[in-house]
Every structure is written in C-alpha cells, then in structure tokens.
C-alpha cells in the first residue's frame, strides 16, 4: 500500500522540479546553458554566399576560438591568418560574449537577496581591414571575462546598505559569436558560435 502513495508524490515532485527549472533562467543560481573552456570551430572553408568570388583563406587556418579557464575567448586560431582572391574587398572581423552572474546582496541583518545580473562584452571589433593585392590579413581579437565590479554595477539591490557579492565567486560564460564580414555582404564569410 505504502507503495501507492510514494509513486504519485514522487511524480509529483518529479514534475514540479521539471517545471521550474524549464521557467525559470537559473537553476539553483545557474543559468541554464553555460560555454565551457574548449576550442570551438574548425573553419577552413570560407562561406560562398559571404565571400568575393574567389576569396579562400591563403594561410594560418583553419580559423577557430579558444575559451579559456579564466573564460576569456580568443578568435582566430593560432595567430593572424591571411585570406586571398578578395579584389579590393575590405572587411572586419567582431567578437561578442555574453556573461552573466548571481549577485547577492545582503543587509546588516543577514538577510540575502538574489539578483540575476548579465553584462555582454564587445563587440570586440579589428576595425576596417583593409585589402591590399587581393588579400587582408586578419589578427587575433579577445574578450576577457567582465569583473565583479562590472556586474555590481548592473545589479540593483534594495538599497544602498545593503552589500553586493558573487554569488559562487565567478561568472558564467553564456554565449559568443566570432564574425568575419566583408563589406558589401550582409552574410558573413565566418561565423563561429558556441551555440
């Protein structure tokens, strides 16, 4: 008998743990997606439908971003790398993370609020590159992980007395996007995104 009743509590609490978590963008102060360190991307073809008739990646490719453990992301592979057969076609390269944290803050009696605070760094951009004998050289572009104070400064908390912290002592890495685009094309030559 006790078997009865135990099995439609635990669907019951099964089904509720399902439904918060699918509505709510944290879980237990966590967002739901987070890009871990790695390397993502591996380009070494150029989009067709972005890309001057003829434009192919001469050297330093093939083209990826690394996520670091600091969670800072670098894009571009290994170092600069040279893409060929574009004309006089300028283009720019733009890097954008999107980062979030939990921060607490708290009152002289202990009491603890949460509030959900998200920075987007960038874009990160190399600016005009310009095409020199039918080819541009694109370098390496970086974002770093915003600090605690980047984050307090997006949180609102009660008032002024109370105290702001990092709930867990760090930020979390939600998203980036690594976009090579040439002038004249509204479809990038090089998309790398961690999701």
């Known amino acids: 008998m006790r078997s009865k009743h135990l099995i439609p509590i635990a669907g019951l609490a099964f089904a509720a743990a399902c439904s918060d978590t699918a509505t709510s963008p944290t879980s237990a102060g966590r967002p739901l997606f987070a890009v871990s360190p790695g390397t993502f991307g591996n380009v070494t073809t150029l989009n067709a439908g972005g890309t001057p008739s003829g434009g192919h990646i001469q050297s330093g490719g093939p083209v990826f971003c690394v996520v670091g453990s600091d969670l800072s992301v670098t894009c571009s592979g290994s170092g600069s790398y040279q893409i060929n057969g574009i ?11 999107t980062y979030s944290a939990t921060v607490d803050c708290t009152n002289k009696g202990g009491n603890l609020v949460e509030v959900k605070s998200q920075t987007t760094s960038g874009p990160t951009s190399t600016g005009t590159l310009r095409a020199k004998n039918g080819s541009i050289t694109v370098p390496q572009i970086s974002t770093g992980t915003p600090t605690a104070a980047d984050f307090f400064a997006q949180a609102t908390c009660p008032n002024g007395n109370w105290r702001k912290s990092l709930a867990g002592g760090s930020a979390t890495l939600e998203s980036f ?19």
């Open 177 to 195: 996007t690594y976009t090579l685009t040439f002038v004249g094309f509204s479809t990038p030559a090089i998309t790398i995104a961690s999701s």
């Open 87 to 97: 004309g006089n076609t300028n283009g720019n390269a733009s890097l954008s993370a």
